[in-house]
């Protein structure tokens, strides 16, 4: 395993991009230690900021200390674990392919944006536009997991085209806004505008929900086996999914683009 | 005294001098060329043997400045998130610095100019400025360095023009011109659908504008403003009269309507650009029926030593479309469904920019493409052809290279025509056609011909009294190689470029004209400007320090 301890002393943006864990893997830790990474409008050798220590070749990084400045982390991963024990910056998991990111604090924005495969967890609250599309993109997350404990901020799943985001805690507004397809689960509240000209696309609101848009159409009530089934695979995931039922009441929409988009809001039973 | 340059013993070409491939020395002192003395000793001698020496390139029909190239940079940040999209600061060996910049369809300023240098062109026009886009467009060709630089100020749905042109006042439309030439500090007019993008902002989509049709308000025709315009600048003896944006710009069928435009300058000097786009036959509306018409059109540029043209070349790949052609961006978004910006230029202009991607494997993307080629190889005298892909609607001023090789070398042409559906072999004469370029005709349609087209003296040729604007090029079979990296760039004898290092990054002028007019014939324009115009007309135009160089 790898270990990457920071030794960062202040706010100034740190990018990891480029630092996958694959791109490392046949160099030793002195190697990694001079490599260049940007801070702010420099470039500065890895050793300076970080202290660098073991052996990357099983693909198993641990980011230790205050990483909520450093960005990309687990950018454009396509295998292996990355666990970062604290607070991470902006784009983590931006474009990752496959392999694992967890987080044991909270994330920046654009966390898992315009993923595309493997898995992130975050154990705190997210920032805007988890699994996301990048400005001036036509669509965001196309596949893999997110899952966050805690809260994400505005534009989850924006341009989602396909995959799964779950949020344990609330949800800012324009939830799954502009969503193509790819489900978005939202256990606690969440804020106004929700689905918000979605195309398709699955968007499960199981907690308070805000005022929907008029462009949102009541079909029916039903309990979804869709549903049921993701929760226990939550369940075998380690979620506690006990207080969450599967009954609810089906909207189409946005019917501005189509209405072919599904709506879940929570019956409460 | 200045000193004194040899370049030695390179092959020279230098069309406008009749010179093709011969071996010879050029000489330069004090930034123009020079005609040394018999006993002349040079104080520096530049080794050019086994070289190709060329003027410097010139590019008449780009977009690198103003309001719509801006929005472009800002609607393709997609363009540009690697790190190797982005270029950084760098020290030069002679001092000073490059400036840091990006990559993409649409380049940053700085970025810009040092691609053109790396290319070997030293002069390059942006073809669509809104009047009230000038002093933007101005501060951005300041951030344009290495080469010279200028634009076209668009004038075909001008309100005053319009009002004046239907109210028969040429004497009038030819003061407005010069004064709005002269105030814009622009060095051309440019007409863009005339009268079909006033027409669009007034009613919207379903709008024809062929060259009869009258744009509502204003009691004008298309053909009415072209020929207005066009009889103005050629009377008022500009450098470049006028440039032309065709009606129906990409709409099946519209070949018709180009020929109409060329017919109704009746035999004053024009320049249509990007012709590719406006060759089209097939029933209106009906993409699937399009086919190419560049034989017909090409007869009659041949015809008719009053037209130019420049292609507009498109090459397969990702690029951004921007133009003044408001409704073209409209019928774009309407087919490619992806983001898109327009904009309502007041009483002057309107604007579109939006993605677009070329596929070679798309019937429609492939005819474009190998219309394109037609034109160059139907065209028989080069002077009237400029290469051009309208960077970077057809694509990048950076496949320049790549065009060369399709235009030089037959083989690798119908290798890559052999790769698109087989329609286009049936719906063009490309397959028929033998043709291949030389290094004199490509040192013609490259800089030569368009310096010719736009007035420019100074440029194109490597005569005395010219700019020492000149790059030598070590030859390949692989012409896109050749022309890719060029050995050396000179700018008014200053090495800009060697081996694809930028050498200097500060020169560079912006061009553009001052004319004379009657301005008691414009004595009622203040009052009409400050009734239709969001700005004061005192604080219009442009003053002589707002232009670099």
């Not at chain 1, 660098?52 to 400045?69: M, Q």
């Not at chain 2, 320049?271 to 059109?297: A, C, K, N, P, W």
């Not at chain 2, 939006?354 to 798309?362: A, D, L, T």
């Not at chain 2, 004199?440 to 009294?465: C, D, F, N, S, V």
């Amino acid at each position: 395993m790898l270990t990457i301890r920071s030794r960062l002393t202040d706010r100034i943006p740190v990018s990891f991009a480029g630092l996958t864990t694959t791109a490392l893997a046949s160099k030793a830790a002195p190697e990694i230690q001079r490599k260049l990474v940007w801070q702010g409008n420099r470039q500065l050798p890895m050793a300076e900021l970080f202290e660098v220590a073991g052996d990357p070749s099983d693909l198993k990084w641990r980011l230790e200390g205050d990483f909520s400045a450093v960005h990309h982390v687990a950018a454009e991963l396509s295998d292996g674990q990355v666990h970062v024990a604290g607070d991470v910056g902006r784009y983590a998991g931006q474009t990752m392919r496959g392999g694992t990111l967890t987080v044991e604090g909270d994330a920046g924005d654009w966390l898992g944006a315009e993923m595309l495969g493997g898995r992130v967890v975050v154990a705190g609250d997210t920032g805007n536009h988890a699994g996301a599309a990048l400005p001036a993109s036509k669509v965001g997350m196309r596949g893999g997991q997110i899952v966050v404990r805690g809260s994400v901020g505005d534009y989850a799943a924006e341009a989602m085209r396909r995959g799964w985001v779950t949020v344990l805690g609330d949800c800012g507004e324009w939830a799954g806004y502009r969503m193509r397809a790819g489900t978005l689960m939202v256990f606690g509240a969440c804020g106004s505008r929700p689905g918000a000209s979605m195309r398709r696309g699955t968007l499960a609101l199981l907690g308070a929900v805000a005022e929907l848009l008029p462009t949102f159409r009541y079909a029916c009530d039903y309990e979804p086996q869709a549903l049921a089934l993701m929760l226990r695979a939550l369940s075998a995931q380690g979620v506690d999914t006990g207080q969450v039922g599967t009954r609810v009441a089906l909207y189409n929409g946005d019917l501005l683009e189509g209405g072919r988009g599904e709506l879940l809001v929570t019956r409460g039973e | 005294m200045a000193s004194l340059t040899k370049i030695a013993g390179g092959t020279v070409y230098d069309p406008a001098n009749r010179i093709d491939g011969d071996v010879s020395d050029v000489w330069f002192s004090g930034g123009k060329i020079v005609e040394p003395s018999a006993d002349a000793k040079a104080d520096r001698t530049i080794d050019a043997s086994g070289l190709v020496v060329m003027p410097g390139g010139v590019d008449m029909h780009c977009h690198i400045a103003g309001p719509k190239v801006n929005v472009g940079r800002k609607l393709r940040a997609d363009d540009r998130r690697r790190p190797g999209e982005a270029l950084e600061r760098s020290r030069l060996q002679n001092g000073g610095a490059t400036r840091s910049g990006t990559f993409g369809s649409v380049p940053s300023t700085f970025v810009t100019a040092y691609k053109y240098a790396g290319l070997g062109y030293t002069a390059a026009f942006d073809a669509a400025v809104p009047p009230l886009g000038a002093r933007q467009a101005h501060q951005e060709l300041a951030d344009t360095p290495t080469i010279d630089r200028g634009f076209y100020t668009l004038v075909g749905n001008n309100h005053y023009l319009m009002e004046q042109i239907a109210a028969g006042e040429p004497e009038q439309v030819e003061a407005y011109l010069a004064w709005l030439l002269t105030a814009t500090k622009s060095y051309a007019p440019k007409l863009v659908n005339p009268g079909g993008v006033e027409t669009w902002k007034q009613g919207g989509a379903g709008h024809s504008t062929g060259l009869d049709d009258v744009v509502p308000h204003f009691n004008v025709t298309p053909r009415s403003i072209i020929q207005g315009i066009t009889a103005a600048a050629n009377s008022l003896g500009l450098p470049h009269p006028v440039h032309i944006h065709c009606n129906q710009l990409g709409m099946p069928g519209n070949w018709q309507t180009t020929l109409a435009t060329m017919e109704s300058i009746d035999g004053l000097t024009g320049h249509l650009s990007h012709i590719q786009f406006h060759s089209y036959g097939g029933g209106e509306g009906e993409e699937s029926s399009l086919d190419s018409r560049v034989t017909q059109l090409a007869d009659y540029v041949n015809a008719h030593a009053n037209l130019s043209v420049d292609v507009g070349q498109i090459m397969f790949g990702q690029t951004t479309s921007m133009t003044g052609d408001g409704p073209l961006g409209y019928y774009l978004r309407n087919i490619y469904g992806d983001r898109w910006y327009s904009a309502d230029t007041e009483v002057e202009a309107g604007c579109g920019v939006m993605p677009i991607e070329y596929k070679n494997k798309n019937l429609m993307h492939a005819l474009q493409w190998a219309i394109g080629l037609e034109w160059y190889l139907l065209v028989v005298d080069p002077w009237r052809v400029v290469m051009s892909t309208d960077h970077p609607n057809g694509g990048s001023f950076l496949a320049y290279p790549e065009v060369v090789r399709l235009l030089m070398d037959r083989t690798y042409r119908r290798d890559v025509l052999a790769s698109c559906p087989a329609g286009v072999r049936e719906k063009t004469v490309l397959a028929d056609l033998d043709r291949e370029y030389t290094l004199g005709e490509i040192a013609i349609i490259t800089r030569a011909g368009p310096a010719r087209l736009l007035g420019l003296k100074q440029k194109g040729h490597l005569g005395p009294g010219a700019d020492a604007d000149i790059t030598l090029y070590t030859p390949s079979d692989n012409y896109a190689e050749m022309f890719q990296l060029p050995r050396m760039v000179f700018k008014a004898g200053v090495l800009l470029v060697e081996n694809g290092e930028i050498r200097t990054a500060t020169m560079g002028q912006t061009l553009h004209v001052d004319v004379e007019y009657d301005e008691d014939r414009l004595a009622s324009l203040p009052d009409w400007f400050n009734q239709r115009y969001s700005i004061e007309f005192e604080n219009f135009a442009i003053d002589a320090a707002e232009v670099a160089g």
